[in-house]
């Protein structure tokens, strides 16, 4: 069999299906998709809501909980000790299936039925107002996380501890407002770092230890826009910029990210791998159009898999640990074994598809909430022969009386769940962060759409927020304030106030969804484009960066080309590696 290419039924664009895709269809007997592979990222993430809580009632006992469901959206939300009580069968609400209605429609009615793990949190502790997160401890409101403590606001803060505001961080500590650090301490407002101390606003380094504004260096200390000081002339300077104050901040902020377009970055961010291609992908192999991915092999279109162990797969979004012979999963991990069609599915999930929010199950189809479970289908228990011949029969009707929806768009066996059907709205999904649409182009989609009522009135407008942190007052924590960008309002907690207070920061003026939004702007997309090295032998090609280190062309243009996920009309400089490594300094 050869290459083949198709036309997307979704976004109606050309995407070529390579042997070695058709080589791993047939390995887990799955037929090729119809859609092109950015529209099946997109449908995985139209079913996440990552960031947004909710308030809920749980049906089980009636108390207030936090959920990642509106109560509008119909789900039946347990607690997480509830819905992991053995009080109760996801059995319980099992039906026979209907072979006069599509499978999709089907088993979205079952879903809703079938009790939820509201928040989609897994042993945490004094952390009740977390979601999608699990074995964290005395955190508030952190989001996609593992293994965090005394830390709030963020997502994907793995294994760090009093962190504030950060997204994609591993092992740090006391750090604030970053992106993509590792192993860091102190370490504010910085990006694409790793190994750094007592650092503001650095990017693209490693082991630093008092740097402000830094770019594309590595161990060194008190040194200010790559400039070395004295350590008193260091702390002087720091000083005299009032980083204790907002207005000092915003100044140092923009000087700070003005400088840092003055230097190269490399197409790719990462480390250890051998033979990647996409963004952020660090000690992975042969890895192809990935996108945030931790200790991978064999793995092609997958994102968010920061949790190392995914290997010979295609088509996972989100967490990924020990996936193996894994296609179209969402939010699935800790040992999932030729699983397919799988959202929200953790610990043990084998030879399994169309499952959504189960634990510990092998041999089941199009089954939600269940728990240690083989041989089912729509949560209705089956002999091995029963399941084996109502399996193949199902598949045969679902490619024969496929799910039509409102765009006709078909989902056959193979597809994943249709966006339309999702749980939340499209704006309330990780799905915006991707591929943003207004209101209006997403109701034209088929898409449902959030508008978040105002339940609450400001007390208090960023103007009046004293600008030096030593000036607030700790009546601050009984006002609710007004972001000075979306308008919307937001509080100051006490776990917070001591954290800007010990680090000598200012409060922030923006909501805490503000405040996300303007750390990912900072995080490349993860789709990728053609583009050749921008260094032209003594300088870039733009003439803002001259080179200092010898390069393998001489003074000739770099013939390198490559896949990035930096636009070719973006302001960054974009450097093959070679050319990159050799001006680190």
């Known amino acids: 069999m050869e290459s083949e290419t198709k036309i ?146 963020g997502n994907a803060m793995d294994d760090s501890k009093s962190c504030f505001d950060n997204s994609h961080i591993q092992k740090c500590e006391r750090c604030y407002g970053s992106f993509w650090l590792r192993n860091s301490y102190q370490t504010h407002f910085s990006t694409r770092s790793t190994d750094d101390a007592s650092c503001m606003f650095c990017f693209g380094t490693k082991g630093l230890t008092n740097c402000f504004g830094c770019v594309n260096i590595i161990n060194k200390s008190n040194h200010i826009f790559n400039q070395p000081y004295s350590k008193e002339e260091y702390e002087r300077r720091i000083k005299d910029m009032k980083l204790n104050t907002w207005s000092g901040l915003q100044e140092a902020k923009t000087t700070a990210m003005a400088f840092a377009l003055k230097f190269p970055i490399a197409y790719i961010n990462g480390v250890l791998n051998d033979d990647v291609t996409g963004e952020y992908i660090s000690e992975s192999k042969n890895v192809h159009f990935g996108y945030l991915v931790n200790g991978g092999k064999d793995l092609k279109y997958v994102q968010y898999l920061q949790v190392p162990g995914a290997e010979d797969s295609h088509d996972l979004t989100i967490w990924g640990e020990t996936n193996v012979l894994a296609y179209e999963n969402c939010q699935s991990g800790m040992g999932v074994s030729n699983a397919h069609f799988m959202k929200s599915c953790w610990s043990e999930i084998v030879d399994s598809e169309y499952c959504i929010d189960c634990r510990g199950i092998s041999d089941c189809f199009g089954c939600a909430g269940l728990k240690k479970k083989q041989y089912c289908i729509f949560n209705k228990q089956y002999s091995k022969g029963e399941y084996e011949s109502l399996r193949k029969k199902i598949i045969e009707h679902m490619n024969t009386m496929p799910y039509v929806d409102k765009r006709g768009r078909v989902y056959k066996y193979g597809e994943f769940f249709p966006a339309e059907l999702a749980t939340f709205e499209y704006n309330v999904s990780l799905a915006q962060e991707h591929f943003p649409l207004t209101k209006e182009q997403a109701l034209a989609e088929g898409y449902s759409w959030y508008e978040a009522p105002s339940e609450h009135k400001a007390t208090m407008s960023a103007g009046q927020v004293p600008d030096a942190i030593e000036d607030v007052p700790d009546s601050i924590l009984k006002e609710i304030l007004e972001c000075i960008r979306c308008k919307k309002v937001y509080r100051i907690i006490e776990m917070e106030l001591a954290f800007l207070r010990k680090e000598k920061l200012p409060v922030p003026r923006q909501c805490i969804d503000c405040r996300h939004n303007e750390r990912i702007s900072q995080r490349a997309k993860a789709f990728l484009y053609h583009r050749t090295c921008q260094c032209s032998g003594k300088s870039s090609s733009n003439g803002v960066y001259v080179n200092f280190g010898a390069h393998f062309h001489g003074e000739e243009p770099c013939p390198n080309e490559f896949e990035t996920t930096h636009v070719p009309d973006s302001p960054e400089i974009i450097y093959c590696l070679k050319c990159f490594w050799d001006e680190i300094a």
């Open 8 to 153: 997307c039924q979704n976004c109606k664009t050309p995407f070529v299906i390579e042997l070695e895709d058709f080589d791993f269809y047939k390995k887990i007997d799955v037929p090729p998709p119809t859609f092109c592979w950015k529209c099946r990222f997109q449908r995985r993430l139209a079913w996440r809501n990552e960031n947004k809580p909710f308030w809920s009632v749980s049906a089980k006992s009636g108390k207030k909980i936090i959920s990642i469901y509106p109560q509008h959206s119909g789900m039946t939300v347990y607690d997480e000790k509830e819905w992991r009580a053995d009080d109760w069968d996801g059995l319980d609400y099992g039906v026979d299936y209907d072979f006069s209605r599509p499978f999709f429609e089907q088993l979205t009615v079952l879903l809703k039925k079938v009790p939820v793990n509201g928040p989609h949190t897994e042993d945490n502790i004094n952390s009740e107002f977390l979601i999608c997160s699990g074995w964290s401890k005395n955190c508030y409101l952190v989001c996609n996380t593992s293994r965090a403590e005394d830390s709030a606001y």
